[in-house]
């Protein structure tokens, strides 16, 4: 074998190592997003756990929109089919997570904590009041504002920690 060769081979071991470990990091979190929605389906309980978020924020901003994006909107999908939760509303989740998976993106993994935090109130703050229009009951739909928003400063101020 040439030595040309053998270099190339190296190479082509190295570009499929780093591809490889990305596809199952994007993986995992759309897995660890979608799997977080599952107490919904066993407590009907719309309590504000989930982790579709963190890993949106978190693949934008190592990863880029695309990638970001991919995560968000396939986390939150899949989680609604498997916490049973397939209603119109569906797509108002899907674009505020497409929206977290953009703007997450234009910010560097330093900012980890301020932007998750800022992105988790963005998007309550423009998908309740759609959700409220569409027939959400207010009651569960204010629970789920007033237990999402801390639950995440927790998940984003411990997830942080790891970046700083």
């Known amino acids: 074998m ?6 190339f081979i190296v190479l082509a071991l190295i570009l499929l190592s780093v591809f490889v ?7 995992a979190a759309i897995l660890v997003g ?5 107490h919904q389906r066993f407590t009907r309980n719309f309590f504000g756990f989930e982790l579709c978020t963190v890993m949106t924020v978190l693949v934008s901003m190592l990863y880029g929109t695309k990638m970001g994006i991919l995560v968000g909107v396939l986390s939150i999908s899949l989680g609604m089919i ?3 939760n397939l209603h119109p509303t569906i797509f108002v989740s899907i674009f505020g997570f497409l929206l977290i998976g953009f703007l997450a993106s234009f910010f560097t993994i330093d900012n980890f904590f301020v932007v998750g935090l800022g ?3 963005l998007y309550d703050l423009l998908t309740v009041p759609i959700y409220l229009a569409l027939g959400s009951n207010p009651a569960t739909t204010f629970f789920y504002v007033v237990t999402h928003i801390p639950l995440n400063w927790l998940i984003f101020s411990r997830a942080a920690m790891f970046f700083s």
């Open 2 to 7: 040439s030595k040309v060769l053998k270099i």
């Open 82 to 84: 498997i916490a049973g």
């Open 119 to 121: 992105l988790t109130v």
């Open 21 to 27: 470990k990305n596809f199952m990091f994007i993986g």
């Open 34 to 38: 979608s799997l977080s929605l599952l």
